[in-house]
């Protein structure tokens, strides 16, 4: 086996390891969505259902409507907790021991990405098996459908995370960036509210949510969930992918990015 | 050539009637949308009268019965062309109306005047006026063509007329506000719907007794909301599809125990409905948010709601 894939298998091993290791970070992922869906969609219910927007064809309850945003959430969160394990490592030193490995940098961070993207996709299906039971289901083509757009979009936010981690040296900094970016990001998008909704309230507000690509990652989940495609929300999320990615590989890069001039 | 030319002309002309649609009148737009059941999109829009409500085919589908509200006339369409034929002499303020199975005699509830009019669509006549409650609305003949039905809205009954007399011979309470009755389909039932009482009132056609009531509750929804209007029967009349008004949703209920078994959530404020030819689908009418819902009736699902005129009120079948 070349010395990549080698390498690519390690992390994932060490990822799933350490994701079968902590159970109740699993069932802390799973609880997380469903108590948004059970209890805060609970109170906002839309028993009179909520307008038409594509990809919905009729009248829709608010559960039916935040399972995709619910989706969107497990990633967000569980690329910043991907992020939130990178800060650990380092400062445990297992980081560096990863680092001091001979390929290319850009490779170890990207599957290490690929690994927290694999753990990311699992928990959005074990979610999606409960929401069913639940009673809040899609067609078999929307379940097929999802993979590839849980894919791109858990990549983008892993990306996310991965370029916080370079910049934060402490894991106690960590609470900053849930404020400071998760909240904001989760909140300001169609994850909860659809765009008209805010139009309602603000017109910046809807303008913020139109370019936060946290919408538009969840946007390409939802048209996915209803076997619809969505070019804006793909091109949208793939290019915010691509830029953190970048800019991760550029904090990680010992010659110029963050690490080296914090340390 | 020559001879194959009026077998073509034919072919050409008969395509159109081929693909069934559904025929809503627009009550606010004085129109009626056409919707395609293959394709599931408005294919026409065709001005009536003023304030279009009950729509109803001819048996042989070759004529489409138009209740003009504010032009006080029962208008005549012919469904190729959507021109009207003639107007028919209906009394004031025709809402709903039934056509009598002899294909003949249209029975007209004529809202503000508390009379049932039949009038004869041949000789385009009124062949007699019947006084009832005040407000009638609800239209139903029973299947043998023996009984008709006039429910008055302010009088809160259903008004059994024997259609040889044309005499009551019965009335009954209902709850109150009675909107629309239905025969089933081997006639030994009437079901009555009470928009503001919130039930339907089930009979026995033999005896004109209450057989039995069926009530509502939509979760989340304040039972002032639950105004059950307009309702059909499956094929094999073990299911019964009922319109809650202003609570957006279908009622699916058991029609041999009278047991709700399911809410669908549909448009705003719906009204009335009608099935696709193999009864697989179902159309409600959602006055308020301007759109016809198509529900799944095996999966009892929405699956679409598609865009019409203003306040769709009343549906119709032209397979």
């Known amino acids: ?263 | 050539m020559l001879r194959s030319l009026p077998l073509l002309s034919l072919l050409v002309l008969s395509e159109p009637a081929m693909a069934a649609e559904i025929w809503v009148t627009n009550e606010k737009d004085d129109t009626i949308s056409v919707i395609d059941i293959a394709s599931l999109e408005v294919v026409r829009t065709i001005p009536t009268g003023e304030r279009p409500r009950g729509i109803t085919f001819s048996k042989d589908f070759s004529r489409v019965y138009i209740c003009a509200s504010d032009s006080d006339t029962v208008q005549v369409m012919d469904p190729e062309t959507g021109k009207i034929l003639h107007d028919l002499p209906s009394g004031e303020d025709p809402e709903q109306f039934v056509l009598h199975p002899n294909d003949r005699h249209l029975y007209i509830a004529n809202e503000d005047d508390a009379v049932t009019t039949v009038v004869d669509t041949e000789t385009r006549s009124v062949i007699a006026q019947i006084n009832v409650g005040i407000e009638p609305e609800g239209m139903a003949v029973s299947p043998d063509g023996k009984i008709a039905i006039t429910t008055s809205e302010t009088t809160n009954m259903a008004h059994w007329i024997d259609t040889e007399t044309r005499q009551l011979f019965a009335n009954t309470l209902v709850d109150s506000r009675p909107r629309h009755a239905e025969f089933t389909a081997g006639g030994s039932e009437l079901w009555v719907s009470s928009e503001i009482g919130g039930t339907i009132t089930v009979f026995d056609t033999g005896t004109q007794t209450e057989k039995g009531k069926i009530e509502f509750e939509v979760q989340g929804v304040h039972p002032d909301r639950v105004q059950p209007v307009g309702f059909e029967f499956t094929a094999d009349e073990k299911t019964a599809f009922v319109a809650l008004g202003p609570s957006n949703h279908v009622a699916v209920v058991n029609a041999e125990t009278l047991e709700v078994e399911d809410y669908i959530l549909v448009g705003r404020r719906v009204w009335h409905m009608a099935f696709s030819p193999d009864k697989s689908l179902l159309f409600t009418t959602n006055g308020v948010s301007g759109d016809v819902t198509v529900i799944d009736v095996a999966k009892r699902e929405a699956i679409k709601s598609i865009k019409v005129g203003r306040f769709p009120w009343g549906a119709a079948l032209r397979p």
């Open chain 1, 1 to 263: 086996m070349i010395p990549a894939l080698i390498a690519l298998r390690a992390i994932i091993a060490r990822e799933a390891l350490r994701f079968v290791g902590q159970r109740s970070r699993f069932v802390a992922a799973l609880v997380r969505p469903l108590l948004w869906l059970i209890v805060f969609a609970a109170g906002f219910r839309a028993a009179l259902g909520l307008s038409i927007t594509p990809p919905y064809q009729t009248y829709t309850t608010y559960e039916v409507y935040i399972v995709p945003g619910l989706c969107g959430m497990i990633l967000l969160f569980n690329g910043m907790q991907s992020s939130l394990s990178l800060v650990y490592d380092r400062e445990m030193g297992s980081m560096r021991l990863l680092l001091t490995s001979p390929l290319p940098r850009w490779w170890l961070l990207f599957c290490r990405l690929l690994a927290s993207t694999a753990i990311s996709i699992l928990q959005v299906y074990a979610f999606l098996a409960v929401t069913a039971l639940y009673g809040i289901q899609f067609s078999a083509a929307g379940y097929v459908a999802l993979l590839p757009a849980l894919v791109i979009a858990g990549l983008m936010l892993g990306a996310l995370g991965l370029a916080l981690s370079s910049t934060i040296r402490q894991l106690e900094n960590f609470a900053g960036v849930m404020n400071f970016v998760i909240f904001p990001m989760f909140f300001l998008s169609t994850a909860l509210y659809p765009l008209w909704k805010m139009a309602e309230s603000s017109e910046l507000l809807h303008d913020i949510c139109a370019v936060n690509p946290f919408t538009h990652a969840v946007e390409l989940i939802r048209f996915a969930l209803y076997a619809q495609f969505n070019g804006m929300a793909l091109l949208w999320t793939t290019l915010t992918g691509l830029v953190l990615l970048a800019l991760a590989i550029w904090g990680y890069d010992p010659a110029r990015g963050m690490v080296r001039r914090k340390s």
